[in-house]
């Protein structure tokens, strides 16, 4: 019993340090104007929002109430279908495995070799870039949903996009954006980063998400247009960030960011073997 506690003990220590280490690592100070540029070119980030935020007031006054309509009058068979499918846009799906994967690879052994390190280190770090830039752009969503306030299909009672109390802080009044669409969007974003041959597979994940949530009547389409621009959108500023700490990433001299190549499976395999012995 006591060999079995002193285990769990080791894990734990290991655990905890290796925790607060990449927090340290992640929150180091950066230059702010190398790792987002735009700092120094406002005009374009102002001419961002404006064609946002203009796209989405076309869409509140052209598609919006077409598009519920049309969602209404689907057999159910095909809005059961959906439902079904809607659930797997919640961000839990994805962020509970990937962060009992990082705790559990923060928890084992160092690795012997300096190879082996080396791999066991990038493995953590792609981990733990998929938690952060899927999860931070979902808290936001969430937060911000609830301060704009706007009313969902049906909410009060009849298709209106225009109708927003802001700071309800009600789930009938967190409609914009779909925090459905942020997380999937997010997804994509994050998987084509990291495994660009399988940006089809997430892109079709993200249009079904978005779709599903028009077709159960949870959100118009402008909703979802815009979770899609803030998931992406932080996933993109969160790679800067993690490229400004050198974590997977790196910034090149003329602004882009580089991916630092990953291990392969086979070494993968040899390390998991090299921990787990």
Same mark, same amino acid.
């Given at each position: 019993?006591?060999?079995?506690?002193t285990?769990?003990?080791?894990?734990?220590?290991?655990?905890?340090?290796?925790?607060?280490?990449?927090?340290?690592?992640?929150?180091r100070?950066?230059?702010?104007?190398?790792?987002?540029?735009?700092?120094d070119?406002?005009?374009?980030?102002?001419?961002?929002?404006?064609?946002v935020?203009?796209?989405?007031?076309?869409?509140?006054?052209?598609?919006?109430?077409?598009a519920?309509?049309?969602?209404?009058?689907?057999?159910?068979?095909?809005?059961?279908?959906?439902?079904?499918?809607?659930?797997?846009?919640?961000?839990?799906?994805?962020?509970?495995?990937?962060?009992? $994967?990082?705790?559990?690879?923060?928890?084992?052994p160092?690795?012997?070799?300096?190879?082996?390190?080396?791999?066991?280190?990038?493995?953590?770090?792609?981990?733990?870039?998929?938690?952060?830039?899927?999860?931070?752009?979902?808290?936001?969503?969430?937060?911000?949903?609830?301060?704009?306030?706007?009313?969902?299909?049906?909410?009060?009672?009849?298709?209106?996009?225009?109708?927003?109390?802001?700071?309800?802080?009600?789930?009938?009044?967190?409609?914009?954006?779909?925090?459905?669409?942020?997380?999937?969007? $997010?997804?994509?974003?994050?998987?084509?980063?990291?495994?660009?041959?399988?940006?089809?597979?997430a892109?079709?994940?993200?249009?079904?998400?978005?779709?599903?949530?028009?077709?159960?009547?949870?959100?118009?389409?402008?909703?979802?247009l815009?979770?899609?621009?803030?998931?992406?959108?932080?996933?993109?500023?969160?790679?800067?960030?993690?490229?400004?700490?050198?974590?997977?990433?790196?910034?090149?001299?003329?602004?882009?960011?580089?991916?630092?190549?990953?291990?392969?499976?086979?070494?993968?395999? $040899?390390?998991?073997?090299?921990?787990?012995?």
């Open positions: 019993m006591s060999a079995e506690v285990v769990v003990s080791s894990a734990a220590r290991r655990l905890s340090t290796n925790v607060v280490a990449s927090l340290k690592r992640l929150t100070p950066i230059n702010w104007r190398r790792t987002f540029p735009w700092i070119e406002p005009r374009q980030v102002l001419i961002g929002a404006v064609i935020l203009a796209g989405l007031l076309l869409c509140m006054a052209l598609i919006d109430t077409g519920t309509r049309f969602a209404r009058s689907l057999p159910r068979s095909i809005v059961d279908f959906f439902n079904f499918l809607t659930d797997f846009g919640k961000g839990a799906w994805v962020l509970w495995p990937l962060g009992l $994967a990082f705790i559990a690879l923060a928890a084992l160092r690795a012997v070799t300096p190879i082996a390190q080396a791999v066991q280190a990038a493995i953590m770090v792609r981990v733990g870039f998929l938690f952060v830039a899927i999860g931070l752009p979902g808290l936001f969503s969430s937060i911000v949903k609830n301060m704009i306030g706007r009313a969902r299909p049906g909410v009060p009672g009849r298709i209106d996009p225009f109708v927003f109390d802001p700071f309800h802080w009600t789930p009938a009044y967190a409609g914009m954006p779909s925090g459905h669409a942020t997380t999937a969007f $997010a997804v994509l974003a994050a998987v084509a980063t990291l495994w660009p041959r399988w940006r089809t597979v892109l079709i994940y993200a249009v079904v998400i978005m779709i599903s949530r028009i077709v159960v009547q949870a959100h118009f389409v402008s909703d979802t815009l979770g899609a621009v803030v998931g992406v959108v932080g996933v993109v500023l969160i790679r800067r960030w993690f490229a400004a700490q050198r974590l997977g990433f790196a910034i090149t001299p003329d602004g882009h960011v580089h991916q630092f190549p990953g291990p392969s499976g086979r070494r993968i395999k $040899a390390v998991a073997r090299e921990l787990l012995a």
